[in-house]
């Protein structure tokens, strides 16, 4: 059924009369629902409970929702992104059709993610810190504990006896403790005897004088060399990472990362925001990213054999946007002018009221961010790689579903946020893809025959490009003289790979029979310019924070690049686009996931605590969309690989070689 | 169905096989359950919806819960309270019944609980205490904001936004807010174009120094003379109360009252504890007292017009069990052998948390207690009645269902609890009942024909008679020469009244005529000896007091009795039966509700509130169960009035005239 013969269809009478949904898949029985006049079509696929992505969170902007509608009565609210071959057979975005009648819907095969997550690389490298001296660096304690026992002379209460114990023994003149923990105090206390050991959080540096929360009471006393569990935590936009840690030691016991639930709502932290402002919506995202980290913290307990009620701390990072999300405060705020986020520091709460799954009092501690677009992942981030401890200038850059970037060192930190766009996530370009199975992650192309070589993910057929591929490719058809220096394809040249596509000049990369999908895979003049414009953000950020400060780009000391996506880039490809600016490769140093590794040190040591909150307060944040010189630095970041080549010699040199 | 004709039930197999019970009343239509074979009926009729009693907990002791099973196979565990004819009529007690086959169940019409509660009477004479003075007293702030609102230029987040405003506008150092408090903050500030009125729990003697917590926040300026919403609640064993209070003016808008819906689960404290003791049985009783709560708190706000969630404190007070209860906090450990509760002295705790439907993060105080049987009842009723300022000694007592005393001055208190029993609430009498309608209240007995005139609550014929009357009774009989001192019915005496009975003499007040229920209203032997333990325990009581510190009992300055039992007493009587001492009249002050009055007063005023605090640290408790002289000090008051007729010079003279 085409959308041009929905006439044939006697119309329904429109009232509020309930409609009969029927959804049919390749991958399942048959699903109906009913629901009134007016309901949207993926609103109808969630209540019949069957799973149609949005990964731009509904706003019919992706197109990845399309169904074909066999037969029924609905309307269109956008057409956008369907052709009008698609429209003919009936197809239609979910998120932008209305039900007006009957309809019988056919669900496309939802691809299905797979993963290539980096776990057991980065696994290898992680140490604890050189002299981590537990009690002298732990917030938590654990503690014995023996009490007399009472008697008809001595009927003090059990919570008084507890705090009379932790007076005497311990020291510590004041506690606190939780009503569920009183509920459990009796009959842990006489399980016991009378001997308990207490987890206890407590201010490392005062410890006796402050007052002391009770995070665990077990009975009996429990060895005091085995682990004490903590947990760190990174919420990406698009990977979730969590390590398993003993406190004691500081040894890490288990790395394990999973793609963030909230994906199905939406690719970007924009979709994010727009999906959770919707009824129920932020609900609907709180719970996706919990049962991320709590199958996470599943999978991390069962490695180590240990059960999750034994976690007693969590430091939890991510961009501002994810601890929203997380904490089910609102984020609309960050989406609009001016930019503004509920919070950027929140407090210390139990692990209950957050959700995660672990020990109901464990002290969940959510490291400070510094705006709507640098999270806390950035203050870790930053703690990670040392710049707040250099004497020398240095650039930090994240580069993940956004780019954020900081310049400085021990004495001064500016930063600022590139809504660089996911391009290099491989959305936004036509055979884009994520960096799994199947994604082209390397190429190189012949400058006299412009036939290209590329290396793809699992080593089988391509099915399409990730973001070290599209890196490449796009500098690679610049050194070879493909793209010109506005990007342009240039026509004359004598291959056939060059040719007019809908949308001007484009590059097939591999043709339809090399590839998995049985479709050619090209470069177009779209992708291109959705890449030049991703690259010349982040390049704009670094030159605007650098003259905000009067300091040379090209002089600092290090680059350090956080963020999984900075492991698989080839750094002269980057410096050949105008990605990174042009200096020594030596300076370059690639950290990994420097924001999960930050939340693992401020875990494992008060005193990194108070330098995260101590970078959050000392980063000036400059506001790009409000700066004059941030359009300017843009549009000459629109060249390859910049308008200015004096600031990119190392390329010079190469083009001046090639031609 | 009788048990003497069960065997000519086929017996049915003992298996886990389920069997259908049916329920049958008139008040309702029948309700039937399956049940595996081994449960017990009272769990059966709970699962089924039926309401059945359990005043004594289900311990088989008050016989409440008898039904009469008409059909089926059912095995007693005991038949204590169940005579002969009723076993043979197949009565049974469903809290002692073993399900064993398919049954049908007649469940007795349930008597309606009916009320005479002493909200009128009180109300007339609350007063704000003299010079209440709410800026400094109150330890709740209502302050207005203004912030600066966001811009490009100021891209702080909303909650430094808030702090800064309070530091700026108010001088708060630091301030804290709970997780869903966030969640609406954003939606707040705006909705007020950045104006917010903040309702805050600070330290009234160091408001600015201290960390402010804010309660609610509202959108706009709200008027600053409106009233700001407070309940004083004392949880009674039997009884429930709650005043409302606008905490700027201290003016009390509204009393109520109710029976604590616990009473369906037992009558006293022990039933109540064991009963909780049983699987959900916490739980239930939990949610027994907070829907009585939040019923009560639902009459006083439609009086007031108020929405429950302007409430922003609450004050508590109630015996230990019930603030255990109350709390979900396990108080079984207060029933057993040395005593102990789980907490003295609950933390400040959100509504939300306890469970109360006011504003959710409005302050809930329990006030502190002292040990398992003298709680912030009597420290609450300790600072109503004044004693913890009086220069000379003064004796405080509350008569509930308990019986706890205070003997002390400004410089000292020493406190115990007589375990009474309820005997005074009416149960333990064969004729008792509580004060409700129906109940003789009052007794005067002809000395020459031993012919009785009583007065009925409410003036109808008599059902029953509640505690005054029996007191009254008590001491009638004995001046009237019907009871000797041992309390033994003399039946030599010129009167149809005095009879045997099948536990002794009894006295006949009412014949079956004139009564409500067509049978005779007796006192019998075994009804005085509980009511003579139930007075010598009292009296032993502060026998044991007064010697443990040296002073003599009659020597005190006043007695300050306060439960609402004592507005009703006639002390002339109560000390003609030995339950009060024998002083001049004047001395005795009738308090009423004192409970409910010190919860209202430390609700008001932070001072009041640490005043409780040091009355309860200051109070010696005596734990009488341990006390070697107080076996013998209640073998002595085991006479009417007591032993030693010295200590009577009063009741002498009065039997002196009479004989």
Known sequence: MGWDIQSDVPPQPISMATHTIIFISAEAKPKSVQVPTGTLLADAARQAGVEIGQPCGGQGRCGRCAVQVTQGNVRLRSTLRLSNEALEQGYALACQTIIEGDTTVLV??????????????????????????????????????????????????????LQTALRAQVGFET????????????????????????????????????????????????????????????????????????????????????????????????????????????????????????????????????????????????????????LGIPAENIRLTPFITTINQPPLLPAREVGLAIAPDACVDCLP???????????????????????????????????????????????????????????????????????????????????????VI???????????????????????????????????????????????????????DETETGEDIVLSRV?????????????????????????????????LIGGSFGKYINVEKAVQIGLLPDIPWERFDFLGNTAVRGAYQALLDWRERERVKQIASQMTYIELSADNTFYEAFMSAMFLPHTDLGRFPSVSAVLNKST
Not at 459 to 468: A, E, N, Q, W
Not at 481 to 507: C, F, M, Q, W
Not at 547 to 557: A, K, M, S, T, Y
């Open 108 to 161: 496309p095969e939802q691809e299905k993610i797979e993963r290539r997550l980096t776990t057991d690389r980065v696994a290898a490298e992680v140490r604890p810190p050189v002299g981590y001296d537990y009690p002298h660096s732990q917030s938590v304690r654990r503690i014995h504990l023996s009490l007399d026992p009472p008697s008809m002379d001595d009927q003090t209460d059990d919570w008084s006896r």
């Open 175 to 326: 506690s606190e403790i939780s009503l569920p923990l009183l509920q459990s105090l009796p009959a842990t206390l006489r399980a016991g005897e009378w001997r308990v050991t207490a987890i206890l959080a407590i201010h490392p540096e005062r410890p006796t004088a402050s007052s002391a929360r009770i995070i665990t009471l077990q009975p009996g006393h429990i060895d005091e060399y085995s682990p004490l569990w903590g947990i760190a935590i990174d919420i990406g936009t698009t990977t979730v990472s969590l390590w398993l840690v003993d406190l004691i030691s500081g040894k890490v016991h288990a790395q394990v990362a999973e793609y963030n639930g909230q994906i199905a709502r939406g690719e970007d932290v924009i979709s994010r925001i727009m999906f959770s402002s919707k009824a129920n919506g932020a609900e609907e995202m709180r719970t996706r990213v919990l049962e991320t980290i709590n199958g996470l913290l599943d999978t991390a307990c069962k490695r180590v054999q240990i059960d999750a009620g034994e976690i007693i701390k969590a430091t939890v990072v991510g961009n501002s946007t994810m601890i929203h999300l997380l």
């Open 369 to 455: 961010g510094v705006a709507s677009y640098v999270g806390a992942d950035i203050t870790a981030g930053v703690l990670a790689s040392g710049q707040n401890r250099l004497e020398e200038v240095a650039l930090f850059l994240d580069v993940g579903t956004n780019g954020e970037i900081v310049l400085g060192s021990r004495d001064w930190l500016v930063t600022c946020a590139c809504s660089a766009g996911p391009a290099f996530e491989g959305a936004g370009v036509r055979n884009g893809m994520r960096a799994t199975t199947g994604a082209i992650e390397d190429v190189w192309i012949n400058s006299e025959t412009y036939e290209p070589v590329f290396r």
């Open 458 to 512: 699992g080593g089988g057929k391509p099915k399409g490009i990730c973001g070290s591929g599209l890196i490449a490719l796009l500098a690679e058809m610049f050194v070879a003289g493909i793209l010109d220096k506005a990007g342009s394809v240039k026509r004359d040249l004598p291959t056939r790979r060059i040719r007019e596509g809908n949308h001007g000049g484009e590059y097939v990369i591999a043709w339809a």
């Open 527 to 559: 992708d291109v310019d959705n890449l030049m414009r991703a690259k010349a953000a982040i390049y704009a950020g670094f030159s605007v924070l650098a003259e905000q400060v009067g300091f040379i780009l090209e002089d600092v000391h290090k680059v």
